[in-house]
């Protein structure tokens, strides 16, 4: 009988994490968008604004700022009231940061550019833990997929964003950008009304542990654990590394406006849509192989990159650099679901993504004084052997579980 009680639970579970899924990849495509249009378009005027061109990228690290800063208080939200309050409040924040960017680009002001996407990385914390909230609920043979078809969602945001964008920039002509500004505040408020429809339970079953669980001096004992978070680590920061500076970069090699912007949406559909099947993939081949192999490509896609200037040369570079991300990203937040109870996953996966978004910070705000005092060319050369390693990393880790289980 408590098999049969098990399974009628897996079922019903499976069945409100796809649907939670769906809701939740909607959201993940209005959020995203939010974050296409500020790293596409703050960059640009941020220079003008300071007055100094090594100021560039500040904008954009500030928003993985916001991020750093977020996630421990949207884990604790989630904690306390719910995922659907929590990733509400966060949509919130997306409309402030349009609001406040707008009013940045009317007045010129540097400062408020920052404040504005700080705001939005506030919301881009919630909205990073939607991959979380789809496997709530979900049996560990579905999680990788429930995973994946949120991130799905970010295909749509890949060209919304950008798109957004491309049909926004000269409706107000004298205050570059504002309208995108304005437009990216009212999508906000719709994907808060997208969020409404979430049904996150607060109890994920009626088997799972009580209490608060492992301390986490204990939990990140867990070679696997230790090596998931890296590679998610390695992973999403050098990715963000490369990513802020390449529209900067295609304007300085003498691009347009629309050619980097373009450049931005290969890059987020590549970063997105292999989703569509990274789940059933990681389920025929294994995660480990699926994360490896997605470092691999990264590095690549850097090698690429160092290759050459021309539009071409970018296009390519980032449209692997997302694909490479999106496998290695996917699969490192799988391997973190399998480390941790469900009664530990808040405290694990808030930790987990403080850690990202802390390293993506730091990158974040070196990029662009790489980018200004040593070229493009120096910045992937940052990343190579970073990516390299933690593809070392996780052979070495995958290889002594398996001695073990031979044993």
């Known amino acids: 009988m408590a098999a049969i009680a098990e399974t009628t639970e897996a079922v019903a579970g499976d069945r409100l994490a796809r649907r939670n899924a769906l809701v939740l990849a909607v959201a ?8 296409i249009v500020i790293v596409s378009t703050a960059g640009i005027i941020a220079g003008v604004f300071a007055g100094d061109k090594g100021l560039a990228t500040v904008p954009a690290s500030t928003l993985i700022a916001g991020m750093w800063a977020g996630t421990l208080p949207v884990g604790y939200l989630a904690k306390r009231y719910g995922r659907r309050t929590a990733y509400v409040v966060g949509a919130g924040f997306g409309a402030l940061a349009g609001l406040t960017l707008a009013l940045a680009a009317y007045l010129g002001s540097f400062a408020l550019l920052c404040v504005g996407a700080g705001f939005g990385g506030l919301y881009a914390a919630a909205h990073q833990s939607y991959r ?12 990788p997929r429930a995973i994946s078809w949120v991130l799905a969602g970010g295909v749509f945001a890949g060209l919304f964003g950008s798109q957004l964008v491309i049909a926004t920039k000269d409706i107000w002509p004298q205050y570059l950008f504002a309208a995108s ?6 999508v906000a408020i719709v994907a808060a009304g997208v969020l409404s429809l979430l049904r996150a339970p607060r109890q994920v079953s009626t088997h799972a542990p009580i209490g608060e669980g492992r301390p986490l001096a204990v939990l990140f004992r867990q070679p696997r654990l230790i090596v998931a978070v890296l590679c998610g680590v390695a992973s999403y920061s050098m990715m963000n590394l490369i990513m ?3 529209p900067i970069a295609m304007i300085d090699c003498n691009h347009t406006i629309t050619d980097a912007t373009l450049g931005l949406q290969w890059h987020v559909m590549a970063m997105y849509g292999p989703s569509f099947f990274t789940g059933a993939l990681m389920t025929r081949i294994g995660i480990d192989r699926v994360v490896w192999s997605g470092l691999a490509i990264m590095a690549v896609a850097m090698m690429v990159a160092i290759s050459g200037i021309t539009v071409w040369h970018f296009w390519v570079a980032l449209a692997l650099l997302g694909t490479g991300w999106n496998f290695a990203f996917i699969g490192a937040t799988a391997m973190v679901t399998q480390c941790h109870h469900p009664n530990e996953r808040n405290k694990v996966q808030a930790v987990n993504d403080f850690l990202v978004f802390g390293a993506m910070a730091i990158g974040s705000f070196s990029s662009g004084q790489i980018l200004a005092n040593f070229g493009w060319t120096a910045v992937n050369e940052v990343g190579l052997p970073i990516v390299i390693t933690a593809g070392a990393l996780l052979v070495w880790v995958t290889l002594t579980q398996r001695r073990r289980v031979a044993a």
């Open 244 to 246: 802020t500076s390449a």
């Open 132 to 143: 979380f909230a789809a496997a709530d609920t979900a049996s560990d043979a579905f999680k």
């Open 181 to 186: 500004y304005l437009t990216q505040a009212a």
């Open 28 to 35: 993940q495509g209005l959020a995203g968008g939010n974050n």
